[in-house]
């Protein structure tokens, strides 16, 4: 589960990276995968840029619809409306941090 989420966080970076999202407006939202563990999710949320990239911060943290959290990998650390911020526990953490298509641009 930890790596499809991971998957779908490398898809959000692709597209964080389109001009359309790099010139939003900050208050304006702008659609992302939901970064759920369901591989066969096709959901999105809406989340402004600043939002985006304070998820983006830590390795750790993914975007989801609500009602995809899973709480046996994962818990709940943000709420908002239309989308939730989640934080992996051991051993998804591992994965994610590894995993982290950030973790290699600051290296």
Request: hydrophobic letters at 35%; one cysteine or more.
């Amino acid at each position: 589960m930890a790596e499809n989420e991971a998957a779908f966080r490398a898809v959000n970076e692709r597209m964080s990276e389109w001009p359309e999202h790099q010139q939003a407006p900050a208050t304006e939202t702008i659609p992302f995968v939901c970064e759920c563990g369901d591989r066969t999710c096709f959901e999105r949320v809406y989340l402004t840029r600043p939002q985006y990239e304070a998820v983006r911060a830590d390795s750790s943290r993914f975007a989801v619809t609500p009602g995809h959290e899973l709480p046996e990998i994962e818990r709940v650390v943000e709420r908002h409306p239309g989308h939730l911020v989640l934080e992996k526990d051991e051993p998804a953490r591992e994965i994610a941090e590894a995993t982290d298509p950030r973790r290699d641009a600051e290296t």
